[in-house]
Structure formats: C-alpha cells, structure tokens
C-alpha cells in the first residue's frame, strides 16, 4: 500500500507494520470474499481502504492548513502527527468487519480490529496510555464512517467523507444485483473522476466530480451528501459535480453543488 506519509515519521513506521502484516492483509481478502463474491459489491479490501486513506490524509492536511484543529488535538495532548495515523488506520480498517458479515459490520470489525491495533502500534507508541487513546480515536473514527453512527471527531468526519467519495466509475459503494439494470448500476458507471481540488479561503476542502451521465447525481445525493450531513465538517466541505460535454455539446446537467 502506498500512502504519502511526507514528514511524519510516525505515519511512515506504522505504514511499514500495514504492509507486513499477515493477518490483516488476510482479512481484506475475506471482507472481499464477503463482499464482492457473496454479496455482488464493489470492493470493500485493500483496493478500496487504499483509496479511502490517500482522500482522507488528503481532506485532513487541506483541513490543517487551513487552522482545523483535530479532535485528539484540542481533546488531549497529542500532535497533528498522530491525528495523521488515527485517520490512516480507521480509513485501512473502517470495513473489516464486512469479513464476518456485511449485518453490523461496524461492530466486528471494532473486535477485529482492536488487537491488530496494539500489535501495529506497539513498535510506534511504547507507552501503553498513549498506544490505547490512539486505538480509541481510531475506533471511533471507523465506526462513524457509517452514516447511523454519530460523528464525534474530525478525524471520524474526516473518514466518513473520504469514504463517500470512492465513488468512480464502477466503484459505486452500493450494492446491486447482477444482471439487473437499475439506478443505482447505471448511477454507479456514471461518474468519471473524482479530484480534490486546491483548498480556498473559505472552503478547505473542495471536491470536484466529473460524470458521463446525469444518473451521476444519485451517487452524489444518495450516498456522498448523507456522508458529509453530520460529518462536523459541512462547513470546510464543497462539493461540485459537473457533466461532460457529450458529442453534440449538450449537457443535461452543467453542475450541482454541496456547500
């Protein structure tokens, strides 16, 4: 897994523990198993966490450069560095639970993940207190990526909003039967790229979405607008989905905004 970890030592350490761990790696597979072979979901593995974590570590420097304080910031003592780490690990680790079973997925996957969570760390953060606050906002941050959770931190908002936005081409988070040919398939093709853009003044994190089809606008009012109400971040949040322009220049849809 690639993961920009820049300047933050930590992020790089814990990143390396990511990469040889066998036991999590396994469990991807079985959370793809679960979804993609079982259940006709998109990816819900280490192609999908991947994507998650590089939006998320990028919503969260937008949100530090531009004075957003994290919640293990203002709440303890700790740094910006380690807020990097909590939403790396609970973008890496948000679906596991999918490998039991899709049905509250959020509470397998806290269990799953709660000794993966010190046997990582453990190399990065010896002292125990410290190692136990960062698996807690770690947790938290994963189990608020689901829109039934409340969201109680930035780095939660943060993870649920990266998550809403693996959405191109193929990659719609919704599941659908195969064989069938209905909005949420056609919704789920619809949308080209999804880029975030360099941050404004007064909005921080700005996304732009390009679609192929004006069905792409289910995908961004069904799932990415539930993702962002609730969040703690609405305000820093932009959101603009634009349609392409067809073979004649036509557009149904020029472009539809969150903000």
């Known amino acids: 897994m690639r993961i920009p970890t820049k300047s933050n030592k930590k992020l790089k350490a814990v990143l390396d523990e990511v990469n040889r761990d066998v036991e999590l790696n396994a469990i991807w597979e079985a959370a793809n198993i679960m979804a993609v072979k079982r259940l006709n979901m998109s990816d819900h593995g280490p192609t999908h966490v991947a994507i998650v974590a590089n939006l998320a570590l990028k919503i969260l420097r937008n949100l530090l450069d531009a004075g957003v304080q994290p919640s293990v910031v203002t709440d303890w003592e700790f740094e910006n560095d380690d807020a990097e780490v909590i939403v790396f690990l609970a973008s890496i680790m948000h679906d596991l639970g999918n490998a039991v079973h899709r049905d509250l997925h959020d509470d397998f996957g806290v269990a799953l ?22 698996i807690t906002e770690t947790l938290h941050a994963m189990v608020a990526h689901d829109t039934q959770n409340a969201v109680h931190t930035i780095e939660g908002g943060v993870v649920r909003v990266a998550d ?18 209905d909005i949420y398939k056609v919704s789920g093709m619809a949308v080209d790229n999804v880029t975030i853009l360099p941050p404004t003044a007064k909005k921080p994190v700005r996304v732009e979405i390009i679609m192929n089809d004006a069905a ?44």
């Open 113 to 134: 993940a709660n000794g993966l969570l010190h046997r990582i760390l453990q190399p990065v953060y010896d002292d125990l207190r410290t190692r136990q606050i960062i």
């Open 164 to 181: 809403g936005l693996d959405m191109k081409k193929g990659r719609s988070r919704i599941a659908f039967g195969i064989g069938t040919m």
């Open 216 to 259: 792409g606008i289910f995908q961004v009012d069904y799932l990415l607008k539930k993702k962002i109400q609730g969040s703690g971040l609405e305000s820093w949040v932009e959101i603009v989905a634009k349609m392409k322009e067809g073979p004649g220049g036509e557009r149904l849809i020029d472009t539809y905004k969150i903000e």
